[in-house]
């Protein structure tokens, strides 16, 4: 199945020379055949390019319909008569390199549409694209070749580097970004975070908020997700780091380059994150602890101290993976025993 | 307590002899009897309807001031004198029924509000009514007497079937979407889901998402909830399928008909669920399997491999319900120990 | 570091005299020294006042560059010659009161931007300020100085007491609010809950959903939060109680005064929470229970009954949370002995 044309403007079509080149891959094939779209090895057709990436789905080889494929040289092997390869030690990165040149994402189209509100003294970079009924506040700096979405807001005095993407009803404030950075629909960057004091009376006394959010290049930021302004330092997030649909990053919380966040982790007040560092979904980090760099937390774990550089850990309250995957072997023999433990 | 008419118009009477037709039920009492609106037993007056779906709450029968009560034919021996009753076998579901028909979901205005942005060649159907500050991309397909709420986006090509309802501030993009299908407010349905190569340099290249989001009829998505688009295939969610608030569902994921997600479910990427799969609060499937026909997953659980029909998981990790009640319940003996284990 | 001047007005300045007035604290230093901003020990300089609350942290008094401390009787004797400080039993609570002086959060404006889009029939207090392409509903009523932000929205009948603050996108709906509430950008309330029947069919038939929300004075409801109305009855928050990003409330739920809810918390419809219940980050809670007075609920734990006033809860199944802590340290060992248990 190719991308449908409702939504994905056609591709203009690449030779497998081309492909291979944009890939960094050996070709095995016609040069000059054309690849005009993408498309997985049980959906696409002879004028896609598909990949294979999983030992698991080299059986799809044989009966793929695809123009061509882009691999690994271990799967080569399995190639059929007849179906032209791309081979690289990479083959996920070089099919996403390839998709990308075919599918590029829309750029600016320079435009700023009549309903949008830009205080007069924004700086608006050239090119920049603003949508119907989005609203720039005072002072606001936006970088070459932004794209602000329909019904967005940039807040007063909010900076963003080149080539941001802030999408529809996103929010934004309190915020230097780089550039590159991306905000999915719905995103909340820069409120203020959660903070009090408890008065003689049993209320609450509102902590003012008084940081920032410094945003790296190229950090991503998923839809209906919030990153918090800092309390009185900021909250960091650093380069190329992505944050799914609907995490959530409190107050003063810091991270170190390339971080994954997958849906749904919520990262508590002043946490620091390390390099690298990758969460499944759900998991969460309670406050003020340290996770050193590549460190790993599972999906629904729920880490409660600080987390050692590599270290993989898992389970609520979290431990080190093995561990809590031994302990939870041995806890469902008790529950397999018909009279229990 | 009836409805506040400050926010719901006041409902026509009616006969207990049309509530019973509307509902299916036996009547017991004055056919000629009127009510006016609905309420729970412990605060509806004389003018209204209420129901008793649990023995639990069955005492309140010999208190309760409603006019009539619908229940079942087990419980019509609780009756009180003189306390009109609808008897069916499903009361819910009658009293469902007969709610709705004193007070029907807002009808569509027919009417465009001038502020907002519609392209020119999108298509709008009879009677449709769109919001104040709302946008509509190009080519987009509106079915008859749709709801476009106030601050919504249905972005370029989408496709709505007759009588959706977008409400405030949802997105919506890269869409096929059946009738009768809600978003509520916030809702985000289309953006790029979360899929990204990994450089040798050790950043991430963004994957192109080329899939879209296929809804069925009746399909309804919570409050700030979150459906990517497919990465190459798309995202299917079948016909009647019904979303709490803030659930995610993840690029590629496929469900039957009739599924129920409960709030702040998270579905991974490429999961696939049968018809009639439910999933409490905050439960959690990780990418890639399979939940058969009417498996259910309780809240908070987190599945980690492929789950037959009509199984029943607990836990994190999720194991056959059965067995993680006799775990726990065994763990939990070793806490109540004053010594520990 | 002071606050960035791109986004937080400079303060007039305090003199010790006046800030110690204000915390209600014991003066230690030059009444006339001056202080014009807040920050953290380790960044803090001359013209700013920082504070202690914490034994950890008392080391960074002989290195602070902090131009005066706010701290607890107990810790004064660790002060350095030479450093100003204020002394008072609630150091916390003295700092947040000292920094709304200097950084109050923003007045309102009093003016309505032009793009707004107001129903003649609504009524607005004296100073509002709406911000640009936001819409208030039919007969909504708006208290003196409140501030709807842009691009939100306020649904037809919507009552909000003096001081109400509705962030950028936020959404409010049949809802009777008190004074002083604040929606962050993105909350929802008021939207109808997850409510209906079973059809013989398989289907669902939706039951109206007809209450409405009641949120006491000074309620908060953060970031992309969602709070459904009630389905007959009503869904209500108690004076004082703050929810955190992405909180759920379902309806029908009910709270005391000064809850606190941490982000991405769940609460399942007809729950009732007495006063002063604390839910930690991501923790659940199903529906048709109560929670005590005081009840303190660990992060990610899942309550699935009443809980006593007072309870500590953790874990999930949630246990009393010493039950949990010694059931999970003897599942731990069972996960370190090499052989399994």
């Given at each position: 199945m190719a991308a449908d044309p409702r939504f994905f403007p056609a591709a203009a079509p690449l030779s497998l020379a081309e492909a291979a080149e944009i890939a960094g891959a050996t070709l095995r094939?016609?040069?000059a055949q054309r690849i005009q779209g993408v498309g997985p090895l049980h959906e696409a057709g002879p004028r896609e390019l598909s990949f294979l990436d999983?030992?698991?789905?080299?059986?799809?080889l044989a009966t793929t319909r695809a123009g061509a494929v882009v691999l690994a040289p271990e799967m080569a092997a399995s190639l059929p008569e007849g179906l032209a390869a791309l081979v690289t030690p990479q083959p996920y990165l070089g099919f996403a390199r390839i998709a990308a040149r075919l599918h590029p994402a829309p750029a600016p189209s320079g435009t700023i549409h009549p309903t949008a509100v830009i205080a007069p003294d924004a700086k608006l970079g050239a090119g920049v694209e603003v949508g119907p009924q989005a609203v720039i506040g005072a002072g606001a700096e936006i970088g070459d070749g932004c794209i602000i979405g329909p019904l967005a807001v940039v807040g007063a005095g909010v900076v963003l580097g080149e080539g941001c993407r802030i999408g529809p009803h996103a929010s934004i404030s309190h915020c230097i970004a780089g550039r590159g950075v991306v905000l999915y629909p719905g995103a909340r960057v820069g409120q203020e975070g959660f903070g009090f004091a408890v008065t003689p009376e049993g209320g609450f006394f509102t902590m003012p908020q008084l940081g920032r959010v410094l945003l790296g290049d190229f950090v991503e930021i998923g839809a209906n997700a919030c990153v918090d302004r800092g309390s009185q330092s900021d909250t960091v997030l650093g380069v190329g780091t992505r944050l799914d649909n609907m995490v959530q990053v409190a107050h003063n919380v810091r991270t170190g380059r390339s971080c994954v966040l997958v849906a749904q982790v919520g990262i508590s007040g002043s946490a620091t994150l390390g390099n690298g560092v990758q969460m499944g979904g759900q998991a969460g980090l309670t406050g003020h602890l340290t996770v050193g760099d590549g460190a790993q937390i599972s999906a629904q774990a729920g880490v409660m101290g600080d987390v050692a550089p590599g270290e993989r850990m898992a389970g609520?309250?979290?431990?080190p993976a093995r561990e809590t995957l031994r302990a939870f072997a041995a806890l469902r023999r008790m529950g397999q025993k018909p009279g229990g433990a």
């Open positions: 094939g016609d040069p999983n030992r698991r789905y080299a059986k799809l609520s309250p979290a431990w």
